[in-house]
């Protein structure tokens, strides 16, 4: 992970300099990141081939190489996006967000028990969250701390400025039903389990550890479950992606909702394989421990 110094002077860059050229730069510091980072680019390769075998797809010689490289461009964009956009930063934004079935987002607003809005680690969802906040709505996120204290607080800043209210992993429950009960948009992030406290569930045909406080939170608080996904698309534009919402009414059980939002991170993930932001083997190694 990129030291404090680092990411400051991509906090800065990426706003003073023109957006193709902070994407130009960025995608040849993810080439040269790429070359030099073995073991991530090992486990890319090792998540790109299980999902595109489940997908019955066989790649073409040296396609999951070029992939591999693909997916680290695109996480130097993100980095970029990340940086460049708050609400007080982000007009460029109004002429590249594309929004897809919104009636879903309107069905769990009509409700009135509030939402879960659970994405996972692809695309943008930064992008996604900012774009909520400034159509009017507070959203409550729950966020991994690194243990580095200068980098948690810059990236803490950078997600405040988008009207974000931070949660820290661990220490989020009472914060989230609390934010549910006044009707209110929560965000989380459901394909890493941070607390250790996750369930093995089928993923791509083989079984990983995921965790379950979306489905779990859903079930208690009666509150809807809306898969939600930021993709960047192939003219740098983005498309808002709103899933059909799981209602715990009548989903049946907790498994139930789970296997509802596995099904929408799989269709995502599936698709845009190269956009999902896993450096290790996500099968076959352990979630990271939290810091605490």
């Not at 595109?52 to 693909?70: E, M, N, T």
């Not at 608080?221 to 534009?237: G, K, Q």
């Not at 296997?259 to 956009?275: D, N, S």
Request: charged residues 20%; aromatic residues 10%.
């Amino acid at each position: 992970m990129p030291g404090y110094a680092v990411n400051r002077l991509a906090a800065v860059l990426s706003r003073r300099l023109p957006l193709a050229f902070c994407y130009w730069l960025a995608q040849r510091l993810a080439d040269l990141h790429c070359l030099t980072d073995v073991e991530g680019r090992q486990g890319v390769a090792a998540n790109l081939r299980r999902i595109l075998s489940y997908r019955g797809v066989v790649p073409a010689r040296g396609g999951v190489r070029s992939l591999v490289r693909k997916t680290y461009q695109h996480f130097g964009k993100y980095i970029v996006d990340f940086y460049r956009y708050s609400r007080a930063f982000c007009s460029e934004l109004d002429t590249r967000v594309n929004t897809e079935h919104p009636e879903h987002f309107e069905w769990c607003l009509a409700r009135g028990r509030g939402a879960i809005m659970v994405t996972a680690h692809v695309g943008n969802w930064e992008v996604g969250a900012l774009t909520m906040a400034r159509q009017g709505h507070t959203l409550t996120a729950v966020v991994h701390r690194t243990g580095v204290p200068h980098l948690d607080r810059l990236w803490d800043a950078h997600r405040e400025q988008r009207g974000l209210q931070l949660l820290p992993v661990g220490d989020a429950r009472r914060g989230l039903i609390e934010a549910l009960h006044r009707r209110g948009l929560v965000c989380l992030l459901v394909d890493r389990d941070f607390t250790g406290r996750g369930r093995p569930w089928p993923f791509f045909g083989s079984p990983a550890r995921l965790p379950f406080g979306a489905a779990i939170l859903s079930a208690r608080t009666r509150a809807p479950v809306l898969p939600t996904f930021m993709i960047r698309m192939v003219d740098e534009s983005f498309l808002l992606r709103f899933f059909p919402p799981i209602d715990p009414c009548h989903a049946g059980s907790i498994e139930d909702i789970e296997r509802g939002i596995v099904a929408a991170m799989e269709a995502v993930i599936g698709e845009y394989p190269y956009q999902w932001f896993i450096f290790r083997d996500f099968w076959a190694t352990q979630e990271p421990a939290m810091k605490s």
